[in-house]
């Protein structure tokens, strides 16, 4: 059984930093392309950064400079260190792994930014 399980999230002040943290079990996690996404109110999932098994990180232009994402394979968990914070990031953070066409989502994490 394949389990995502977020966690770290919470209320910060605009300016200040969260680290998410998603735990994968069940699947073989160093071969999985990891992402951070997020879904404001109203508005659509997107993404915000994915790191491959190889490759390149990618980042949404709106986090680039303020978020990184890393992973830690022996511990089967990626991170997303945001700093920064604006009130415009708050929104559910979900976390995906994919493998071909395998693709599985964490139940989610919410960050709130407000004064």
């Known amino acids: 059984q394949v389990q995502l399980v977020e966690s770290g999230g919470g209320l910060v002040q605009p300016g200040g930093s969260l680290r998410l943290s998603c735990a994968a079990s069940g699947i073989i996690f160093r071969i999985y392309h990891m992402g951070w996404y997020r879904q404001a109110p109203g508005n659509a999932r997107e993404l915000v950064a994915t790191?491959?098994?190889?490759?390149?990180?990618n980042y949404a232009d709106s986090v680039k400079g303020r978020f990184t994402i890393s992973r830690d394979n022996a511990k089967n968990t990626v991170y997303l260190q945001m700093n920064s914070l604006k009130p415009e990031d708050a929104a559910i953070y979900y976390c995906?792994?994919?493998?071909?066409?395998?693709?599985?989502w964490g139940q989610g994490t919410q960050v709130t930014v407000s004064p």
């Open positions: 995906k792994a994919q493998y071909g066409i395998f693709t599985h």
């Open positions: 790191i491959p098994s190889g490759g390149s990180i």
